[in-house]
């Protein structure tokens, strides 16, 4: 089975309980939609939780969110293919997998392209306060270019998009925080996204980010809530 779910940001025990309550393996495979929380403490830390994710019997499939290090610049990690695309990966953890942005992958025979990234509102803070904040967490020049190949390639066909943040005309206002100056924040991602959704045909896009869950026509945002993939 394939399931997806929202940010995590490092706190797994809904996934730890769903996978007890539903007997799963590590056949299993559960997409997180950004944020996942994996990468974002230092070495040491997210060691630790590594160590205990790894005996969830389910296998992790993690998008970029904007609060966590890209896998390919962390020295520890290689590339792999895996359901027809490829995927950042480390010996140790077989179970927890981060996905190359722009790859499209086979998920329950859908074709399904990974789109990652977001602009953090909270950069500020993190920086003042040291926390972790990686300048990259939006997608490149060349990530875009790449997408945009894949897409081309595909004539503007895709089943399912898998993306972090949304396309700028399904934001959710009603989530944005109190306080914040709209008009300071980064929207390029959400706006090249729309660019895309308009001239995509595709039958679902699930995201995350905003903390959510809500559903406008086959874009789904999702949070907590646990989901069977293409339910």
Request: hydrophobic residues 35%; contains cysteine.
């Given at each position: 089975?394939?399931y997806?779910?929202g ?5 797994f025990q809904?996934i ?6 539903e007997k ?12 996942a929380?994996i990468n974002?403490?230092?070495w ?5 939780k590594?160590?205990l ?8 499939f993690?998008?970029?969110g904007n609060?966590?290090q890209?896998?390919d610049?962390?020295?520890s990690?290689a ?6 695309g490829?995927?950042?990966w ?7 997998l ?6 499209i992958?086979d998920l329950?025979?859908?074709?399904t392209?990974?789109?990652g990234?977001a602009?953090s509102i ?5 920086v003042?306060?040291g926390?972790?904040w990686w300048a990259d967490?939006?997608p ?15 004539n503007?066909?895709?089943?399912v998009?898998?993306s972090?943040?949304v396309?700028l005309?399904?934001e959710p206002?009603?989530?944005f925080?109190t306080g914040v100056?709209?008009s300071s ?6 706006e090249w996204?729309?660019w895309?959704?308009?001239k ?5 896009w699930y995201?995350?980010h905003?903390?959510?869950e809500?559903k ?9 809530e646990?989901e069977?993939?293409?339910?």
């Amino acid at each position: 089975m394939i399931y997806v779910t929202g940010d995590t940001h490092g706190k797994f025990q809904r996934i730890t309980d769903f996978c007890e309550h539903e007997k799963t393996s590590c056949e299993d495979i559960m997409i997180i939609l950004g944020d996942a929380g994996i990468n974002y403490n230092g070495w040491v830390l997210d060691r630790e939780k590594k160590e205990l994710l790894k005996t969830l019997p389910i296998t992790l499939f993690c998008i970029h969110g904007n609060h966590e290090q890209r896998p390919d610049t962390i020295d520890s990690y290689a590339e792999k293919r895996w359901h027809g695309g490829i995927v950042y990966w480390e010996e140790d953890y077989p179970n927890l997998l981060f996905a190359k942005d722009g790859e499209i992958f086979d998920l329950d025979g859908k074709q399904t392209i990974v789109i990652g990234g977001a602009y953090s509102i909270d950069k500020m803070i993190r920086v003042i306060y040291g926390y972790g904040w990686w300048a990259d967490e939006q997608p490149s020049d060349e990530i875009k270019r790449y997408v945009e190949e894949q897409l081309e390639k595909r004539n503007w066909k895709i089943d399912v998009i898998l993306s972090h943040t949304v396309p700028l005309k399904y934001e959710p206002r009603e989530m944005f925080m109190t306080g914040v100056d709209q008009s300071s924040v980064d929207k390029s991602t959400e706006e090249w996204l729309d660019w895309i959704e308009e001239k995509l045909e595709y039958q679902k896009w699930y995201c995350g980010h905003y903390h959510t869950e809500k559903k406008i026509g086959k874009v789904d945002m999702k949070y907590k809530e646990i989901e069977k993939f293409l339910l």
